[in-house]
């Protein structure tokens, strides 16, 4: 073949790849819009949703005259359900979810294990043992949403006091550590639950560990909204610095990442959101691990797109399973096992198709 020849095809070869890389580019980006507007529908219509019926036209309504007053022509009931009663609640799950699914993804590409949540690390096992203890202390629900969220903060702490030893493998180390410092806090539960009084505190002390956001008050969210925004705000600001992390310890530093930092940034980051998110709903589990992967079957695992799609779709699923729980039955189901229904039957097919892959 000619030169000429040669270099043209090179160059009809180089024009195909750029405008391949667009089209995936626009794509993207076009989930991402698609899982924004879903998001928003489901949060509107999640108001409706309920043994009281609100029609989408006067939530809207309602919720734009908080903004801008207007004439309405809603009762004053229906304000009181869509502002006292189901705002505060969807808000939570909103954010719960979405902090949920943003720490699972963040620890899935920083441990390079697709099978990591947000517990990792013993963040959720330390605020359990916190609501515990206060529970059967019998402190005031402020108390107890306190006392969890410090408790688990306090356990990421000794699990990265404890990895720090173990300075061959950083990240193994960490693994191995939230797993002993899980144990020991899980072990603390159940030693309250056995010493708990059964008719009182033992029932308390089951239910608020199934994961429910019946509780949730206006109150609840000074503490969980701060605390998810704190902790997302930063990690969407690094995303790039994320993917290169994925790429290995030495990649990462060869590229001028401080992967030390990077790694401490991140895991304060996601033990505020997912301390916060326990306490003040207690253990919400499995959704910290499916909708990252779900996010990325979407989007792929470029950090600038995985982040805002996980952010999306856990907020928006999050919010689906809480319309669930509180109209399926009379007795409100929790949340916590629903998810279960959900992120089991998945983790099992993830592992029957890796078994497949491999033999």
């Given at each position: 073949?000619?030169?000429?020849?040669?270099?043209?095809?090179?160059?009809?070869?180089?024009?195909?790849?750029?405008?391949?890389?667009?089209?995936?580019?626009?794509?993207?980006?076009?989930?991402?819009?698609?899982?924004?507007?879903?998001?928003?529908?489901?949060?509107?219509?999640?108001?409706?949703?309920?043994?009281?019926?609100?029609?989408?036209?006067?939530?809207?309504?309602?919720?734009?005259?908080?903004?801008?007053?207007?004439?309405?022509?809603?009762?004053?009931?229906?304000?009181?359900?869509?502002?006292?009663?189901?705002?505060?609640?969807?808000?939570?799950?909103?954010?719960?979810?979405?902090?949920?699914?943003?720490?699972?993804?963040?620890?899935?590409?920083?441990?390079?294990?697709?099978?990591?949540?947000?517990?990792?690390?013993?963040?959720?096992?330390?605020?359990?043992?916190?609501?515990?203890?206060?529970?059967?202390?019998?402190?005031?629900?402020?108390?107890?949403?306190?006392?969890?969220f410090t408790i688990g903060a306090l356990a990421v702490f000794m699990t990265c006091f404890a990895a720090s030893r173990y300075r061959s493998n950083p990240t193994l180390g960490l693994v191995l550590s939230g797993i002993m410092i899980g144990s020991l806090f899980t072990a603390g539960t159940s030693f309250i639950k056995l010493v708990a009084d059964p008719t009182d505190e033992l029932p308390k002390i089951t239910y608020w560990l199934m994961g429910s956001l019946s509780a949730i008050r206006p109150k609840s969210l000074l503490l969980l909204c701060p605390s998810v925004l704190i902790g997302i705000v930063p990690l969407l600001m690094m995303r790039w610095r994320l993917n290169v992390i994925t790429l290995g310890e030495e990649e990462a530093r060869s590229l001028g990442v401080n992967t030390k930092a990077m790694r401490l940034i991140a895991i304060i980051c996601a033990t505020l959101m997912s301390s916060a998110c326990v306490a003040v709903s207690g253990l919400i589990g499995w959704v910290g691990l499916v909708i990252p992967h779900f996010s990325r079957k979407l989007v792929g695992c470029d950090y600038k797109n995985l982040l805002p799609a996980s952010m999306l779709m856990g907020g928006a699923f999050l919010i689906l399973v809480d319309d669930i729980s509180r109209t399926v039955v009379t007795n409100e189901i929790p949340i916590g096992i629903l998810t279960a229904f959900v992120g089991a039957p998945f983790f099992l097919f993830m592992i029957l198709k890796e078994g497949k892959r491999l033999a």
């Open positions: 073949m000619s030169r000429p020849a040669l270099l043209q095809k090179n160059d009809v070869s180089g024009i195909s790849q750029t405008a391949a890389r667009r089209f995936d580019k626009n794509r993207t980006g076009f989930r991402v819009t698609v899982l924004a507007v879903l998001f928003v529908a489901i949060f509107i219509i999640s108001f409706s949703i309920g043994r009281f019926y609100v029609p989408v036209k006067q939530v809207v309504a309602i919720l734009f005259d908080r903004i801008s007053p207007i004439d309405g022509t809603w009762t004053e009931k229906m304000e009181v359900v869509v502002i006292n009663v189901r705002l505060p609640r969807i808000i939570a799950a909103a954010f719960i979810g979405m902090a949920l699914s943003v720490a699972g993804c963040v620890f899935q590409g920083m441990f390079r294990n697709p099978m990591v949540s947000p517990d990792i690390l013993g963040s959720s096992a330390g605020a359990s043992f916190g609501s515990a203890v206060s529970i059967f202390l019998g402190l005031s629900s402020a108390s107890t949403m306190l006392s969890s």
